[in-house]
């Protein structure tokens, strides 16, 4: 028979050992690789001694570029620019200054409440593998503050930041802002029909539509076929468009109606995900040139673990991958 006073002090216990981590403003995932994409998911457990939480301050760390955070219903959105100490190269285009500080506030996030604050990112892929990129953070209250700004590392210390450890990018990730963000052997055998490889994932069948000219917009459509653990693909970039977003498209009743994925599309393990119209797709926006059939046109992707790859995409006819029920407008 269980004593319950010996369960009672076990869960004391338990919950003693548990209170320190659970009281410190951590990160969701604390290791990145160099050169990925990643996102910055700050987890607020409790309030200033007691108090409700109405303002989350966040120093963004050397080596974490092109920052951008997510809004968060009922919270007032700021950010602060800087330059950087280095300047990163975002595919192509020289960046010597972003987000440095974000600031959400007039929420009311209640000491026995938990919430997720979240950033995205870029981990620089000349950060050295084991470097360790801190995240000091401030809760302000009405009367007074929670700071986790220690960044010596040490954890012995009472208000550790946030910390995020840098790992090797893997070799055959083809990111790496000096080595032309994939556009090698494996980019061009997609070119050729085969599949592009990065880490756990294959890309293949990459495909765009023909767009008349002045279209603002245009679609992308590709198989992504994931070997390992889950992964995400968070973002996506073409120089021939202003913007590029993950989109989805699905029947509300009887209408179909597209949105965009803003915490990107999840890839489980083992899976594969298929972009196509109809269905999930990139949606490049604010055209700069006509796409032509017959020509081929580079998107990089970025994915949360595996990092960057550029996929080569064979621009069809406006009708190219048609199905009943699907399609983008034509895109």
């Known amino acids: 028979m269980q004593n319950p ?6 869960a004391t216990l338990l919950g003693l050992a548990a209170g320190p981590a659970l ?14 994409a990643y996102r910055a998911v700050i987890r607020i457990g409790h309030g200033c001694d007691g108090q409700t939480t109405h303002t989350l301050r966040v120093e963004l ?7 951008k955070p997510m809004p968060k219903p009922g919270w007032t959105l ?10 990163f190269d975002n595919h192509g285009t020289q960046m010597t200054e972003g987000t440095r500080e974000v600031v959400w506030s007039g929420g009311a996030l209640q000491d026995d409440w938990y919430d997720e604050f979240v950033i995205r990112g870029t981990v620089g892929a000349d950060v050295a593998p084991g470097t360790v990129l801190y ?3 401030v809760q302000e209250c009405a009367e007074g503050k929670a700071d986790w700004t220690d960044v010596s590392g040490s954890k012995e ?3 550790p930041a946030p910390g995020l450890t840098v790992t090797a990018g893997k070799a055959d990730h083809g990111h790496g802002h000096s080595h032309g963000h994939g556009h090698g052997p494996d980019a061009q055998a ?3 029909g085969g599949p592009v490889v990065l880490g756990d994932l294959a890309l293949s069948g990459g495909f765009s539509r023909a767009t008349p000219p002045g279209a603002p917009v245009a679609g992308g459509f590709l198989t992504i076929a994931n070997g390992g653990d889950e992964d995400r693909l968070v973002a996506a970039h073409a120089d021939f468009a202003g913007r590029t977003e993950i989109h989805e498209m699905a029947m509300e009743g009887e209408v179909m109606r597209m949105r965009e994925l803003p915490d990107g599309l999840a890839i489980p393990a083992g899976a594969t995900v298929e972009l196509k ?6 949606m490049f926006m604010e055209l700069k040139q006509p796409l032509v059939e017959g020509e081929t046109v580079n998107v990089t992707l970025s994915f949360e673990k595996a990092g960057e790859v550029s996929l080569p995409l064979a621009v069809g006819p406006r009708n190219a991958g048609a199905q009943k029920g699907g399609g983008h407008g034509g895109h």
């Open 190 to 192: 997609a070119a050729a």
């Open 5 to 10: 006073v010996f369960g009672a002090l076990c």
């Open 157 to 159: 210390v009472p208000n």
């Open 23 to 36: 009281s410190h403003a951590t990160l969701e995932k604390s290791e990145a690789a160099a050169g990925a």
């Open 277 to 282: 119209p109809g269905g999930y797709h990139l």
């Open 135 to 137: 995240f000091p953070t």
């Open 78 to 87: 700021e950010t602060v620019k800087g330059a950087y100490a280095r300047p």
């Open 61 to 67: 760390p050397e080596g974490f570029y092109n920052a």
